[in-house]
């Protein structure tokens, strides 16, 4: 076989459909209606006016967002609720109730005075808050990494 003895495959065109002719009155596309028009067409999510299931599903109960945003505590709470010297970090938040589980993303944020020496442990804090804490005698610990922790083992 060689090159010019090879056949083209050709497609067969599409029906069009709509433009009188003889393939009847409404060609296959009923009667009336927005379907009927040429150029007509809906969004999949339609479904005749009524409230679409993409619409309900946000209002459904225990639809949660999937950006997820932290909590911020203030520091007069902190200063309220612990004591001078104690130690805050997820767990010991739950325990004061200032948050409800111990997996939720929390930041410290740096509305109000502070007059303790508070141990920030491990969480989110902005900067203006570090300084107050810091300048009240308190310190933030944040996490260590396995390098560091392996150079200080190492010392």
Wanted: hydrophobic fraction near 30%; avoid cysteine; charge should be positive.
């Amino acid at each position: 076989m060689q090159i010019h003895e090879l056949k083209t495959i050709k497609k067969a065109s599409k029906k069009r459909v709509g433009r009188g002719g003889k393939k009847g009155t409404y060609s296959g596309r009923g009667m009336k209606g927005q379907k009927s028009r040429s150029g007509a067409s809906q969004s999949p999510t339609f479904e005749g006016g009524k409230t679409t299931l993409v619409q309900k599903t946000k209002k459904l109960k225990g639809f949660k967002s999937l950006n997820k945003k932290a909590l911020a505590i203030n520091l007069d709470k902190l200063n309220f609720k612990f004591e001078d010297g104690d130690k805050i970090n997820l767990k010991t938040l739950k325990e004061k109730k200032l948050i409800r589980k111990e997996a939720q993303l929390v930041k410290i944020l740096s509305e109000g005075k502070i007059s303790k020496k508070l141990i920030v442990e491990n969480l989110k804090i902005s900067k203006k808050a570090q300084e107050k804490i810091e300048k009240a005698g308190g310190e933030v610990v944040l996490k260590i990494s396995d390098s560091e922790k392996k150079e200080k083992v190492q010392k």
